[in-house]
């Protein structure tokens, strides 16, 4: 059973940071691309950033670049995203979802296994 366990969210002050953790588990993780994705109150899901757990390629929405960075450790089947100089806009549900493949995938509707979610809150 593929299952992915989001960890690490919480409330923050702007400008502060986090790091949120996504455990996979169930799958082969080096055949896999994961992606993370935000959803904020009253918005669509945003794709934020993904990683190819094969070579380690990284994509980054515009709003997130310089800010966020995407790492995996294929040995413990963990995916990070960093999250510095937050901004009250990043406040939202953030999810982590996994697809088998070696590509990057940005479409949301690509990935095929998805976590519940953790929740970011940035003050101001």
């Known amino acids: 059973e593929v299952q992915l366990v989001e960890s690490g969210g919480g409330l923050v002050q702007a400008g502060g940071s986090l790091r949120l953790s996504c455990e996979v588990s169930?799958?082969?993780?080096?055949?896999?691309?994961i992606g993370w994705y935000r959803r904020a109150p009253g918005k669509a899901r945003e794709g934020v950033s993904c990683?190819?757990?094969?070579?380690?390629?990284?994509y980054y929405a515009d709003s997130v670049k310089a800010r966020f960075t995407i790492s995996s450790d294929n040995a413990k089947k963990m995916v990070y995203l960093q999250m510095n100089s937050l901004k009250p806009e990043d406040t939202a549900i953030y999810y982590c979802?996994?697809?088998?493949?070696?590509?990057?995938?940005?479409?949301?509707?690509?990935?095929?296994?998805w976590g519940q979610g953790t929740q970011v809150t940035v003050s101001s």
């Open positions: 979802a996994a697809v088998y493949t070696t590509d990057i995938v940005w479409t949301a509707t690509g990935y095929t296994y």
């Open positions: 169930g799958v082969t993780f080096e055949d896999y691309t």
């Open positions: 990683i190819t757990n094969g070579d380690g390629s990284a």
